[in-house]
């Protein structure tokens, strides 16, 4: 009850403070994939599912930040940004903890791994993933720090330079998703045609974090110009 209160304390005296500290525990929760993929190509599922325990952890811990955050939100007056932008960008900081529970989910549940010949350039993806994630993260953070200086316009061009950024790295999560997937198909009739669907899903599922971090920026940017 006293963690809550004080939350809730300094949700209303800097609400961009406690967003910030829920991106950090998305994040969190992001940079457990590639242990989780080492492990799952490797055929390691019992420290797999450890990997996975951790992780749901990490998301319940989120998902309760999130509860406070909502609950505890001051509006009109009290506000120097938009509530909604503020929800909206809980929102989508939210979005990457719950993909990435649901991409060790399906691996793990199906004991998914990738052709061996292409883990290597899987790994690379979910790293540059986990990069576009803690850039988003950067960006969030420096909006924090802007919005103690009244947001002003040196610190908003900071922030967009941040941002582009992030941008350029969905663009390459995007082209080495592509990658993988003409590779992928290579391997097709090594693979069931159920695991090769959901192998599929996964890179999808892979790629819509790094998705979730650009938007968690296109918000951040939002609030530095409001």
Same mark, same amino acid.
């Given at each position: 009850m006293k963690v809550r209160t004080a939350l809730s304390e300094v949700i209303i005296s800097s609400p961009l403070a406690v967003l910030e500290e829920h991106a950090k525990s998305c994040a969190s929760c992001v940079a457990k994939l590639p242990v989780f993929f080492q492990e799952a190509q490797a055929g390691k599922w019992s420290r797999a599912e450890k990997v996975q325990k951790?992780?749901?952890?990490?998301?319940?811990?989120?998902?309760?930040?999130?509860?406070?955050?909502?609950?505890?939100?001051?509006?009109?007056?009290?506000?120097?940004?938009s509530r909604t932008d503020l929800l909206e960008l809980?929102?989508?900081?939210?979005?990457?903890?719950?993909?990435?529970?649901?991409?060790?989910?399906?691996?793990?549940?199906?004991?998914?791994?990738?052709? *061996?010949?292409?883990?290597? &350039?899987?790994?690379?993806? /979910?790293?540059?993933?986990? +990069?576009?994630v803690n850039a988003a993260v950067e960006v969030v953070s420096a909006t924090r720090e802007l919005s103690r200086t009244a947001f002003g316009a040196r610190q908003v061009k900071a922030i967009a330079s941040k941002s582009a950024a992030v941008e350029r790295l969905e663009r390459k999560?995007?082209?080495?998703q592509s990658r993988l997937r003409a590779k992928l198909r290579g391997h097709e009739d090594k693979l069931s045609p159920i695991? *090769?669907?959901?192998?599929? &899903?996964?890179?999808?599922? /892979?790629?819509?974090?790094? +998705?979730?971090?650009?938007k968690v920026t296109h918000r951040a940017q939002i609030i530095a110009n409001s």
């Open positions: 951790e992780v749901s952890e990490l998301e319940s811990a989120a998902d309760e930040l999130k509860g406070v955050v909502r609950q505890n939100m001051p509006r009109g007056l009290w506000m120097s940004v809980v929102r989508m900081q939210d979005k990457m903890a719950n993909d990435t529970k649901d991409v060790v989910g399906l691996s793990l549940g199906r004991e998914l791994a990738f052709p *061996a010949p292409l883990e290597k &350039q899987v790994i690379k993806y /979910i790293s540059t993933v986990l +990069d576009c999560t995007d082209d080495m695991d *090769a669907i959901f192998l599929y &899903q996964l890179l999808t599922q /892979i790629g819509d974090i790094a +998705d979730s971090a650009e």
